[in-house]
């Protein structure tokens, strides 16, 4: 069996090697996923999180705040020390910006200083300081390695001042680690209870398949949550080959439609508690500042959001699995949903439909399950094009809901049209002859382009979904029950 060692942390060039095949999925109740791909002993590694929900008595609620704020207390005190080094670099003193461990080396000192006034540092885990300069060590190397890669590559800015109250409160812990059916045991906080039933993960502990690196404590609005670090050996998936190829066309109005005529409508989450939302931000705003009751609305407002994201995540993942799990090859679109998201009438559905998760989540759970993932060109016209003798139209208005061809007649939904054409996209990318630009760009095997906000639409379906019918999948969107925040199960 082999094991990630403490080597392989962030930061390391092990690390970003590792990083790459990081499989991620914080939403597993029952854990059937970790399951099925058990393999056999002998196997590659891979990493997973594993994620409960914490019930924490009120003395522990005490203990998870404090190492929260002390992790944030040694990022800011890291932060400052990192840019008077910047500074004095800049001024032409011989010094080296410092990184994890000099700052480690640095808060060591610090800490015992009593002029410092630090004298709670022990009241937390020692990890929690290491941890958070690890953070910012990542933070400043991303931030570097970002201005280099310019104009390429994602951005990131200059790693900022964290401030309690205002996103989420965290920090991290290495250690020794043990689980039990209803309970967690963390260093230093001890046992603490957990909402779901963690017998499984358990079991795969006490096996030896599994064994947990770090964990990471988050609050989400009065809730807490633990995600483990999870190295274990896997069986790599053989990749399925010459199976069912299915087009997924996404949208608005309905999530995703398949190109097997399957619709699944999305739960719009946010959409459903706007009212709501509304509501408690005006209240909210009406709240003396600093008062009781503005902390105790705003606490009303973060369930809000918890539980509307709660929803959404709950149903990407039923999705993504069940497409992942049941088919060879997926074709979606390779759209640029964050450059769709600058049309201000569409902005806030298309945050609210999640595809940038859906694809996102897709990307690695086809690794999990040996299927293909295939991004079909976003300049490929699928909507415009008919999926029975191929003829490709001038324009189709948004408001055009039924694709009628006037070639061969068919008449047809119009994303169930678009979803079959990407089913047919492996084809039609194997037979063109040019497939990339010079910029490295896909080129449009077809001779137009498609309209740029082709796949999200606000037009009114009706009840014309020609050939297309709701899936059958369990994709049930109320599934979520009063504990809102809990971790959700898959299909
Ligand atoms: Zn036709």
Redesign the pocket.
């Given at each position: 069996m082999v094991y990630l060692g403490r080597s392989y942390r962030r930061g390391s060039g092990l690390a970003d090697r590792a990083v790459k095949t990081l499989d991620v999925c914080p939403f597993h109740r029952n854990h059937s996923n970790m399951r099925s791909t058990l393999g056999p002993r002998s196997g590659a590694h891979a990493f997973r999180a594993m994620r409960f929900a914490l019930d924490p008595n009120n003395k522990q609620r005490g203990a998870l705040a404090s190492h929260a704020g002390a992790a944030r207390y040694a990022y800011n005190l890291g932060l400052e020390w990192l840019i008077d080094a910047i500074e004095r670099r800049r001024l032409g003193a011989d010094e080296s910006v410092p990184n994890a461990a000099a700052m480690h080396l640095r808060w060591n000192r610090w800490k015992r200083d009593p002029a410092n006034g630090a004298g709670w540092w022990s009241n937390n885990s020692k990890c929690v300081y290491q941890e958070a300069f690890r953070d910012l060590e990542h933070a400043f190397n991303s931030f570097v390695a970002s201005r280099r890669a310019r104009p390429h590559g994602k951005r990131f800015g200059f790693p900022r001042f964290k401030c309690k109250g205002r996103g989420c409160d965290r920090f991290r812990l290495s250690g020794v680690f043990h689980v039990g059916k209803r309970w967690v045991q963390l260093p230093n906080l001890g046992r603490i209870r957990v909402h779901e039933d963690a017998s499984k993960f358990m079991t795969h502990l006490k096996s030896g398949r599994a064994r947990i690196t770090t964990a990471t404590i988050t609050r989400q609005a009065d809730r807490w949550y633990v995600n483990f670090r999870v190295v274990r050996t896997k069986r790599v998936p053989e990749r399925r080959t010459g199976g069912a190829v299915i087009g997924v066309d996404v949208g608005i109005n309905a999530l995703a439609t398949l190109s097997n005529g399957e619709l699944v409508v999305g739960p719009k989450a946010l959409a459903a508690s706007l009212h709501k939302l509304r509501r408690l931000s005006k209240a909210h705003s009406r709240k003396r500042l600093k008062s009781l009751n503005r902390r105790r609305s705003a606490q009303k407002l973060a369930r809000c959001y918890a539980r509307i994201s709660s929803v959404r995540l709950d149903h990407l993942h039923k999705l993504s699995t069940y497409l992942a799990k049941n088919h060879a090859q997926i074709v979606i679109e390779d759209l640029s949903v964050q450059g769709m998201m600058s049309n201000r009438r569409l902005a806030r559905s298309i945050a609210d439909a999640g595809w940038a998760e859906l694809f996102a989540m897709l990307e690695y759970k086809c690794r999990w399950y040996g299927s293909s993932l295939i991004k079909a060109s976003r300049w490929f016209a699928s909507t415009r094009t008919?999926s029975?003798?191929g003829?490709i139209k001038d324009s189709l208005p948004l408001a055009v809901r039924v694709f009628d061809?006037a070639?061969?007649g068919?008449t047809l939904d119009r994303d169930l049209n678009a979803a079959k054409n990407l089913a047919q996209w492996p084809k039609v990318a194997a037979s063109a002859s040019e497939t990339q630009n010079a910029c490295r760009g896909n080129v449009r095997p077809g001779p137009r382009r498609a309209d740029p906000d082709e796949a999200g639409t606000e037009q009114s379906i009706g009840d014309i979904r020609l050939g297309a019918q709701r899936t059958s999948v369990g994709l049930q969107t109320d599934s979520i029950g009063p504990n809102e925040g809990r971790v959700a199960s898959g299909i």
């Open positions: 008919c029975s003798c003829v061809c070639a061969c068919l």
